[in-house]
């Protein structure tokens, strides 16, 4: 069967387009990117297969009209055939015309294509790049089974199925899985069974869960009884924790009556010791008054006989010279004043010039340092001006020659255009001469015009030559070497310029040969000749402004060498003055931080700064003089000091000559005052004797009282009296305490705690307590689950004698034992299906794998170049595996993207080579190769040509160079260009580069 043409009555952006393909069985059909070429294949699917209503309505074109066409088959039994299928008639079934008129229907078509489905032909005759692009994205062991299948089929149909089969078997079943529904069916009948067991269990317990109550009533009743004793028990400890403070306090009552017996005491002794102690009271409150004022004024007298000093001449002496030290300090002062602002003089000074003090002190700067500095600056300031001016000519070149590239583009963008320039001239001649004479003349103008570019041509190189010439003599004779230089640039640009000139010739001969094959044009008006002289002209005007601008642009650049060459130089002068500036820095080093133009004004600074470190050496020496004398002063004082007191030295000198006057004063005021005080010591005794006097009598009595209580002191005296009055308001309180112990216990707990022999610890009590508590709650706690127990044994026999959860579980049963079988049902068809579909493979794979096998094989080699030379299946891991020609294996999964792909299409080719015994339908193959390198095209190219022999072969495709070359169709792409134009337009843009 062979595709002869298609007419597309409508189908996505194709209307009413016929196409005839060319004769040969090796059909290229070419289009830009977005022209249609996947449509027209869709199209030729649909016309021999089909497509749903649905999907016809996504090729619905959108300026309207009917979905379908007709395609025009070549086939060996019938011959002609048409085959026409239509979205909105007969339903879109196909209808088919034979050569003599006679029209069939659907079947016949089946009948031609063998019964395949569409599926199955684009399996086998039909690929392109987007199942290369669905191969890349597969993992490497999914990509050999993939290709095995392909070898299988031409499909990837297989693998597909067989997926699709083991994803239902795991989603039904797995050994040890929980999530398939096989497994929770199984689950389910697991936990249905022991439900089951437990309710035949329970059948048999109801019995012993009647036994189990009567045991728990029975042990409710005895912690009933329990729990009342303990309660009684609980009370009693109570009680008595809240009687044990009083329990306690009676015991320590007795303890203490037991541990403190009291001693005989004088009748109304506190009341008589008390009216002693208000008469001594006031006598020796006298007493201890003027013994206080006594001890003081010796104290006194004492400490001022201390305090007085043998050195007062010796104080008076330094004393006086106070005058003498004052006027050091202030000259002192002054001195230190005027050598510190001096020196911050010279300090500031030096740090603004980064200088040290003492590494200055060590350079001397001789009178002839100043002029060598001065003539480093003016070198340096000539140098600068020099190298500005040459920069700023250099910018001034640079922008000009800008300014002329900008002129010169601008003139080629706004000129003429060459074409138009032709047009226009062959108006003016064709004005001028009329006719075929007017044709000539044409015609030898452009001859005239090409042979005096010829000659021009000539003439350039004839220049360019001499100037190569003189350059090269040149050099023999000029020492510089610029201008040799710039005579060999100018004769490479005399060079070039003939060498365009000769080209522009050839074209403008190729132009004439067309202008000899075109007619005469029509007959113009004087409007259309004034119009075309006036381009002429502008065009012209504008290759003479251009012309210009290209011999000022080359001036420019021999002006931009001589200002490099003045350059170097200058850099050379620059050298030899740094070379200078070095040796300067080396002998001074702190000029390195200033530039060598501050350098003469630096030595007039660092002058005076050395006559200034010349005066504050000399005020250095005064100052010492004057802080001498200032020092033997100080040093008098401080000796004084050291005898007396040497806290002061720490003190200021002003301060420590007016302590010294303060002490002078003072010292002669002490011989006054210890005098006086003398005389107040003897009036204080004679005092202290006539108190003396009047206390007597009563600390008699008073001794006499203390030794009939066994007192030392009245302190023990009030004690004794307290023990004896305590003692009674024990006694008191003791019978108050019992009778609150009877009226909280009564006489049983008062025996059974023997609370009047030894009262309880609270610490032992308050455990007992707890203990109680603890035994009470456990109890308490039994009862409330003995209840609970008893309730629930109610309730299970109760349940027992009315329970329907056993029938209910065997029916349970049965239903989850149904839907499992389904499901097992199920399963057990898919697995089926899988065995079948690995079974059908591999007697498949032994059949006719081989021979596909075989025949990609050859495909494989040719398109790797010989690099793979085998192709065989693994038949322990049903593989396909490859050998290289080193004899290495390799895996799909081992392979390149690339050389998957080509192992992909030999695949295929190599399938529908083998069925072209049944069929010999047309491959189809849309831009599968676009990422084949140049090598492996041409060789998939003839591998294609060959199989062309036995089956038509049509390839879309984007490359417009492999449809020339193979003589295919170029679909339209709505843009028509003229080749003259074209030619014409590139002959303007290389006359504007020249």
């Not at 199925?161 to 795991?170: A, C, G, I, P, V």
């Not at 596909?852 to 065989?872: C, H, P, Q, S």
């Not at 069929?919 to 599968?928: G, L, M, T, Y």
Request: a negative charge.
């Amino acid at each position: 069967m062979k595709i002869q043409a298609l007419h597309i009555y409508g189908f996505g952006r194709w209307r009413d387009f016929p196409i005839t393909l060319p004769a040969n069985d090796f059909v290229f059909i070419s289009g830009d990117n977005e022209a249609g070429k996947s449509t027209i294949r869709t199209f030729i699917l649909f016309v021999l297969f089909g497509l749903p209503p649905k999907q016809r309505m996504h090729y619905q074109p959108k300026t309207g009209g009917p979905v379908g066409g007709m395609l025009v088959i070549h086939t060996k039994n019938y011959g002609e055939v048409r085959i026409e299928r239509v979205h909105d008639r007969n339903n879109g079934a196909a209808v088919c015309r034979l050569a003599n008129g006679e029209e069939r229907d659907e079947r016949f078509l089946r009948e031609l294509t063998a019964n395949l489905t569409q599926a199955a032909y684009q399996s086998i005759y039909s690929f392109s790049a987007e199942d290369l692009t669905e191969l890349h994205g597969l993992t490497g062991e999914d990509l050999g089974e993939v290709l095995l299948s392909v070898g299988l089929t031409g499909s990837d149909h297989i693998y597909h199925t067989n997926k699709r089969l083991e994803k239902e078997l795991e989603d039904r079943f797995k050994p040890k899985g929980k999530k398939p529904i096989l497994n929770q069916q199984l689950h389910a009948l697991e936990e249905v069974d022991k439900q089951q067991v437990v309710s035949e269990a329970e059948v048999l317990q109801y019995q012993q869960v009647i036994e189990e109550k009567q045991e728990l009533v029975d042990r409710l009743e005895e912690v009933d009884r329990i729990i009342q004793r303990q309660r009684l028990k609980s009370s009693s400890y109570v009680r008595l924790q809240k009687v044990l403070p009083l329990i306690q306090e009676y015991h320590q009552i007795v303890h203490e009556t037991y541990q403190a017996p009291v001693q005989t005491f004088p009748e109304h002794g506190k009341e008589r010791l008390h009216r002693l102690q208000e008469s001594l009271l006031p006598l020796e409150s006298e007493h201890r008054l003027l013994l206080s004022k006594w001890k003081e004024k010796r104290h006194r007298k004492d400490q001022l006989q201390v305090e007085s000093s043998l050195s007062l001449d010796k104080a008076i002496e330094i004393l006086e010279k106070k005058p003498s030290y004052d006027q050091a300090d202030q000259d002192a002062q002054r001195l230190y004043d005027s050598i510190r602002r001096i020196k911050e003089q010279v300090s500031s000074e030096l740090d603004e010039l980064h200088i040290d003090e003492h590494e200055l002190r060590e350079y001397d700067l001789p009178f002839y340092i100043e002029e060598t500095w001065r003539n480093l600056k003016n070198e340096a300031q000539v140098i600068d001006g020099e190298e500005e001016r040459l920069l700023e000519d250099e910018h001034a070149l640079t922008r000009q020659k800008k300014r002329l590239k900008e002129q010169m583009d601008e003139l080629k963008r706004r000129g003429p255009n060459e074409e138009e320039v032709v047009q226009q001239q062959k108006i003016v001649n064709s004005y001028v001469q009329e006719g075929a004479q007017g044709e000539g003349s044409q015609l030898n103008r452009v001859e005239m015009t090409i042979k005096e570019k010829k000659a021009a041509t000539k003439r350039w190189f004839t220049v360019s030559v001499i100037l190569l010439i003189i350059s090269s003599l040149s050099v023999f004779f000029v020492s510089n070497l610029i201008v040799p230089f710039v005579i060999v640039v100018i004769g490479i640009v005399v060079a070039t310029a003939a060498f365009f000139i000769r080209r522009t010739a050839s074209e403008y001969s190729q132009l004439l040969e067309s202008m000899k094959q075109k007619e005469r044009p029509e007959e113009l008006s004087e409007a259309d000749y004034l119009q075309a002289k006036q381009l002429i002209e502008q065009y012209d005007k504008a290759r003479g402004e251009y012309s210009y601008m290209k011999d000022r642009l080359r001036q420019l650049e021999h002006e931009t060498l001589i200002i490099s060459e003045k350059g170097h130089n200058l850099k050379e002068r620059k050298q030899r003055l740094g070379a200078l500036i070095d040796e300067q820095t080396t002998v001074y080093p702190f000029l390195s931080s200033l530039k060598s133009g501050h350098w003469e004004q630096l030595y007039h600074l660092l002058k005076q700064v050395k006559e200034k470190q010349k005066e504050a050496d000399d005020l250095e020496v005064e100052l010492k003089a004057v802080q001498q004398v200032k020092a033997d002063i100080l040093q008098a004082l401080d000796d004084f000091y050291s005898t007396q007191n040497g806290e002061a030295a720490r003190q200021s000198v002003s301060d420590k000559f007016a302590a010294l006057a303060t002490w002078v004063e003072k010292q002669q005021a002490m011989t006054v005052e210890i005098s006086r005080i003398q005389e107040e010591v003897a009036h204080y005794e004679e005092e202290l004797q006539r108190v003396n006097h009047q206390i007597y009598p009563h600390q008699t009595e008073k001794s006499n009282l203390l030794d009939r209580a066994c007192a030392n002191d009245v302190e023990q005296f009030y004690e004794q009296a307290m023990l004896v009055e305590q003692k009674r308001e024990r006694e008191k309180h003791k019978e108050q305490l019992i009778v609150q112990i009877k009226s909280m216990l009564n006489q049983q707990d008062q025996s059974a705690f023997e609370i009047w022999e030894k009262p309880k610890d609270p610490s032992g009590l308050a455990v007992e307590i707890d203990e109680i508590d603890r035994e009470l709650q456990s109890l308490e706690e039994e009862q409330k689950s003995l209840q609970e127990n008893i309730a629930e044994k109610k309730h299970r026999l109760e349940f027992l004698e009315s329970s329907e959860q056993h029938s209910k579980l065997l029916h349970q049963r049965s239903v989850e034992q149904s839907a499992f079988n389904e499901q097992a049902k199920e399963w057990a068809v898919y697995q089926i299906a899988s065995k079948v579909l690995k079974s059908t493979k591999a007697r498949y794979q032994e059949k006719h794998l081989p021979q596909v096998i075989k025949r990609a094989e050859n495909f494989f080699m040719r398109l790797t170049l010989g690099k793979y030379d085998r192709l065989f299946i693994d038949q322990n891991a049903a593989h396909l595996v490859v050998q290289d020609e080193q004899g290495h294996l390799y895996t799909t999964n081992e392979l390149s993207r690339g050389t998957a792909d080509q192992l992909y299409v030999a695949l295929r080719l190599a399938l529908g080579e083998s069925m072209s015994h049944t069929i010999q339908a047309p491959f189809i193959v849309d831009d599968a190769f676009v990422n084949f390198d140049e090598t492996r095209r041409k060789v998939m190219m003839e591998l294609l040509r060959s199989l062309s022999n036995k089956n038509q072969i049509i390839v879309f495709t984007y490359r417009k160079d492999l449809a020339e070359e193979w003589n295919g169709y170029f679909l339209p792409s709505g843009k028509t260009k003229s080749r003259i134009r074209s030619q014409i337009g590139s002959i303007n843009d290389k006359m504007f580069s020249d």
